[in-house]
T-cell receptor
Framework: SQQGEEDPQALSIQEGENATMNCSYK?????LQWYRQNSGRGLVHLIL?????REKHSGRLRVTLDTSKKSSSLLITASRAADTASYFC???????????FGTGTRLTVIP | DAGVIQSPRHEVTEMGQEVTLRCKPI?????LFWYRQTMMRGLELLIY????????DSGMPEDRFSAKMPNASFSTLKIQPSEPRDSAVYFC?????????????FGPGTRLTVT
């Protein structure tokens, strides 16, 4: 499969804790993106990391990329109840406009 | 900008009926994508267009599905005839290419139920 695979499939944490989600993929990438989906809504882009980058930050989000292991992780620090959503990684390839989405991690943050 | 607009938001129809889903991409975006999301299969790319031209329709399940983009501001996804297994949420997304940002902007989706 060309899709990424997120791990874990579901994660439940207490508010204030950090949440880490992982994404693995099989083929080469130009970039890897993370999206968030609230229940009943469309996906919203969170952050993009290019293949020549190793780490990127945006607010409480931290993304790492290890191209040798073909894996990425998304860390959400100091989680809030409002972070409850599904999180997807998506792989982008050079010269291609389409993305290959993973299976998603369902995050529940308990107040 | 209003973002990607999809209509209808919900559609309930009987098996065998024709269903047409509509999408208006963000103005200025020249790539448009149709996805289908189900619990069993996750998010699947059905087809995407560049400058109104279909580039890759390998994700279209079968001949019952067809998509058109007659102009830069409108696209349709049609299912004829519809079947219960087509029940899913269908998303449209758009993106501006070329550009430094690769992100796609998703619409709110159309929840289709075929009985």
């Amino acid at each position: 499969s060309q899709q990424g695979e997120e791990d874990p499939q579901a994660l439940s944490i207490q508010e204030g804790e950090n949440a880490t989600m992982n994404c693995s993929y099989k083929t080469s990438i130009n970039n890897l993106q993370w999206y968030r989906q609230n229940s009943g809504r469309g996906l919203v882009h969170l952050i993009l990391i290019r293949s020549n980058e190793r780490e990127k930050h945006s607010g409480r989000l931290r993304v790492t990329l290890d191209t040798s292991k073909k894996s990425s992780s998304l860390l959400i620090t100091a989680s809030r109840a409002a972070d409850t959503a599904s999180y997807f990684c998506a792989r982008g390839q050079t010269g291609a406009n389409n993305l290959f989405f993973g299976t998603g991690t369902r995050l529940t943050v308990i107040p | 900008d209003a973002g990607v607009i999809q209509s209808p938001r919900h559609e309930v129809t009987e098996m065998g009926q024709e269903v047409t889903l509509r999408c208006k991409p963000i103005s200025g975006h020249n790539s448009l994508f149709w996805y289908r999301q189900t619990m069993m299969r996750g998010l699947e790319l059905l087809i995407y267009f560049n400058n109104n031209v279909p580039i890759d329709d390998s994700g279209m399940p079968e001949d019952r599905f067809s998509a058109k983009m007659p102009n830069a501001s409108f696209s349709t996804l049609k299912i004829q005839p519809s079947e219960p297994r087509d029940s899913a949420v269908y998303f449209c997304a758009s993106r501006h290419t070329p550009g430094p940002s690769y992100e796609q902007y998703f619409g709110p989706g159309t929840r289709l139920t075929v009985t």
